[in-house]
T-cell receptor
């Protein structure tokens, strides 16, 4: 149980294009999902908290107009990197917390984004 | 700023030995701590957690120790195996349901 998937697992795009990453909780409902970014040999940095049916809460320094988050259902959150540039190349990881609980977050397998 | 940090960035151990990975945290208000294992190219995997009202918790081959006096957390892995090779992160939550704050990570390498 408690499986979180991400799609795609990797993507290569040209500079200036937009890329959408999906995060799904497969066997549980998640009111809250989180998006992280991880650069090589570094830790996970929280980008934003995604709440079903409401606006996402972004961490300081994260541009909300560049990283669009939509959490339209209890099992799906999407992160769209708009007008991607090479510096956006990173490993994007989502996590989900089961609705009605305040505990463990379950992580997805990550999405490797490479912007040329 | 407040952070959760690790004493050692890399740790190399012989297969079969015990491993100890350390973590220091700076916020005394943190009340929940988690250790994650991350293999290359994958998402973090939950290992074990501990609440601030405990000082020790054991799992299968793993033990987490919490010393609130010196704000120190450690992960002990017994009989380390090659499959334990990964980066290990400690993370804190300052109140249940709050945001996870990750430490820098320690890369564990197990020599056969």
């Amino acid at each position: 149980g408690a499986v979180v998937s991400q799609h795609p697992s990797w993507v290569i795009c040209k500079s200036g294009t937009s890329v959408k990453i999906e995060c799904r909780s497969l066997d549980f409902q998640a009111t809250t999902m989180f998006w992280y970014r991880q650069f090589p040999k570094q830790s996970l940095m929280l980008m934003a908290t995604s709440n079903e049916g409401s606006k996402a809460t972004y961490e300081q320094g994260v541009e909300k107009d560049k990283f669009l988050i939509n959490h339209a259902s209890l099992t799906l959150s999407t992160l769209t990197v708009t007008s991607a540039h090479p510096e956006d190349s990173s490993f994007y990881i989502c996590s989900a917390r089961e609705s009605g609980t305040s505990g463990t977050q379950y992580f997805g397998p990550g999405t490797r984004l490479t912007v040329l | 700023g407040e952070s959760v940090g690790l004493h050692l960035p890399t740790l190399s151990v012989q297969e079969g030995d015990n491993s100890i990975i350390n973590c220091a945290y700076s916020n005394s208000a943190s009340d929940y701590f988690i250790w994650y294992k991350q293999e290359s190219g994958k998402g973090p995997q939950f290992i074990i957690d501990i609440r601030s009202n405990m000082d020790k918790r054991q799992g299968q081959r793993v033990t987490v120790l919490l010393n609130k006096t010196v704000k120190h957390l450690s992960l002990q892995i017994a009989a380390t195996q090659p499959g334990d090779s990964a980066v290990y992160f400690c993370a804190e939550i300052r109140n249940q349901g709050g945001k996870l704050i990750f430490g820098q990570g320690t890369e564990l390498s197990v020599k056969p």
